[in-house]
């Protein structure tokens, strides 16, 4: 996942979390990011990878899923 260390940085600078609360298993409901901060949190991801999240709905639960949906949508866009 190339992208999980530039989103656990948006995480940290964004919500103010710290180095240790930002593990790729981690979920966005442990992290108490609501469905707004969430969304929020991808139109920033949407700017920083330059890249347009999908309109239908996709499973993203923890940090490491975020990264993995990322790494996905760079390698299409790429291609």
């Known amino acids: 996942m190339s992208s999980l260390n530039a989103i ?7 919500f103010g979390l710290s180095e240790h609360q930002v593990e ?4 966005l ?6 469905s707004l901060a969430t969304i929020e949190f991808m139109f920033l991801i949407e700017d920083t ?8 709905a996709v ?5 490491g899923d975020i990264a993995r949906e990322v790494d996905r949508l760079l390698d299409a866009q790429s291609q």
């Open 8 to 14: 656990q940085s948006l995480l940290i600078k964004e």
């Open 29 to 34: 409901e442990e992290l108490n990011i609501d």
């Open 59 to 63: 499973a993203i639960k923890t940090i």
């Open 49 to 56: 990878f330059k890249l347009k999240m999908p309109e239908e």
């Open 24 to 27: 790729p298993a981690t979920t």
